[in-house]
């Protein structure tokens, strides 16, 4: 017995060794092609658009000032200026957007830190007062910003490179700069609470709509109000060209398409993966009205001390890795700009010729709802949101649950399949050492999509309890 635990041990060691090798190969190979792509994206938009586009790869300053917006810090947490009507605002972007090393650069420079040690060993001095970061904003910039942003609307017009078909643009067609919504509930509008549904990442309300809205009890469907919610860039919502998909943006979304346009004054929030992250933010914006917090997966990294936050989420959520699958998946959307851009141009541009060949492979026996979120979005909204959401949230994330922690009384349930390969288990566990009161449950056999596909007739009778539990409470 003994002598198998070693030989197993011995494998385990040899495989995660030709891993790290055959990843070293393959990612070395992405970031030259990346950088290839990047010229060729150039090209494409002048000739098509007659205009550059600028990415990530040679200028933040370049890619944040051409949306009319500057940046204003290239340090950590790094800042942007925007002018919405007459007051000037400071929203929060990621640095990873801009500062993701190739890995021959990340060796190159781990290899040149190590001699520095050996140079610079016992003549560094640390700097043990605090600094306060200023920035200053002449009138040129403001009247530059005023010129651009007053009276700005949602740029509707989508690139060559994104879908033009009636379902991704149907947003451009109404006068409402507003997210799509999908609302069920007593049509008296007698319904007692209302329960708000925000999905993950290259997801859409249909994650809810067609899985657990028709599985819910007559008794659930009287009592309760479903708002199911498209989020910016996604389904049928807006996806607007020139949009950072800041936090910012993606609350005041929801509260104007959801709190507001169906007068929402308390409710439950059911949210998956990245949507956690939004509906934490929504929370402590309205700590008063919130009933209940069901969060199923959510990305809650623990950062080391003296890690860059970021830095250290984009690589714990995207390691370039081949394998497992979804290492390499999510690796591919993190850390490159323009190869995530062809795979966009390649699936969501075709996604009626890909909906069509799965439903004649199967014979139509395949339900395709899941498809309209992984297909039915921008790059310019998946490649903000990832970075801007989940990387650029992380040094958020403990303030926000140490607010639901210390002023909300509202129920807290996780749900994380135990089978996830996009974010580890450990991240559930994570929250609930931040809020003790918060109930985890680990489900068996199940991933980071099968947490809710598949069971949700399970699913939805737990939500109920939930629900009427914390309808008790109150």
Known sequence: MAGMCKMGSVLKFIGGVLNKAVSFVVFSVLDLLDFILCYGYKVAD??????WR??????????????????????????????????????????????RPSL?????????????????????????????????????????????MVGRQLHHI???????????????????????VKAQGPKDNKAREDVIFIHGFIS???????TLFPNFSDTAKSTYRFLAVDLLGFGRSPKPADSLYTLREHVGMIEKSVLEAYEVKSFHIVAHSLGCILALALAVKHPGSIKSLTLLTPPYFLVPKGEAATQYVMRKLAPRRVWPVMAFCTSLACWYE?????????????????EFLTKLVTRNRVRTFLMEGFFCHTHNAAWHTLHNIICGTSTKLDRYLDVVRDRMKCDVNIFHGKDDEVIPLECSFNVQRKIPRARVK??????????????QK???RELEEIWNRSSRSH
């Not at 002048?46 to 205009?51: D, P, T, V, Y």
């Not at 859409?204 to 067609?210: K, L, N, Q």
Request: net charge neutral; charged share 25%; proline share 1%.
């Open 204 to 210: 859409s309300s249909a994650f809810w709509t067609e």
């Open 54 to 99: 600028p990415c990530y790869c040679s200028s933040a300053k370049e890619a944040i000032t051409s949306s009319g917006k500057i940046l204003v810090s290239e340090q950590g947490e790094s800042k942007i200026v925007s002018l919405n009507s007459s007051k000037l605002q400071l929203e929060d972007i990621s640095d990873t957007l801009y500062s």
């Open 46 to 51: 002048f000739c098509i658009e007659a205009e």
């Open 158 to 180: 989508p690139t060559w490179s994104d879908c033009d078909c009636k379902f991704c643009n149907s947003w451009t067609s109404s006068s409402k700069d507003t997210l799509y």
């Open 338 to 354: 323009h190869i995530s851009r062809t795979i966009c141009l390649v699936i969501c541009k075709n996604h009626r010729l890909w």
């Open 104 to 148: 021959v650069a990340e060796v190159s420079k781990l290899t040149v830190n190590e001699l520095k040690k050996f140079k610079l060993d016992g003549t560094a001095k640390t700097n043990k007062g605090s600094t306060r970061s200023t920035f200053t904003i002449n009138s040129i910039i403001v009247e530059m910003l005023q010129g651009k």
């Open 458 to 460: 399970v699913f939805a």
């Open 442 to 455: 680990v489900v068996e056999n199940k991933d980071h999509i099968t947490i809710v596909v598949g069971r």
